[in-house]
């Protein structure tokens, strides 16, 4: 079964069987599609999948993830140019983990193209990273 974010379950096993398996197929579904299969929470769906939350914003809850993301102002190509990026990237988050005393145990590497295609991997270990060693070698 896929993981679905923002929903339990009983809902992502619902929507998988529908057909549902992205953000994209959820935009695609017609409200009233929506509140056949899932009900009071259909408008919620519905609004999620389009980019509408009129949830507040609470600044003061818990920490979830710590990053760091840069965009350059030319391709990188080069293996040697790649790699120290992703090391002076790293070196900003493990600034921010540290200065948030967060700890976590799962590092996520996005890598944009020319032509805008995103790719996403993400690596966990059983425990949180100890050290920027350990949290840099994840993410190679």
Known sequence: MRRFHGVGP???AKMERLGI?????????????LRAHFGSIAE????????HDERPVRPDRPLKSVGA???FDRDLTDVADLTDARGRVAEVA???????SARGRTTTLKVRF???QTITRARS????FADRATFELAGA
């Open 125 to 128: 270990q059983p425990g949180a």
């Open 94 to 100: 493990w600034s921010r983990i540290e200065r948030s």
């Open 21 to 33: 398996l992205t953000g994209a197929d959820l935009c695609a579904q017609p409200l009233g599609i």
């Open 69 to 71: 993301e840069r965009t």
């Open 114 to 116: 020319a032509d805008f």
């Open 10 to 12: 009983v809902t992502a």
């Open 44 to 51: 919620y769906l519905y609004g999620a999948a389009r980019g």
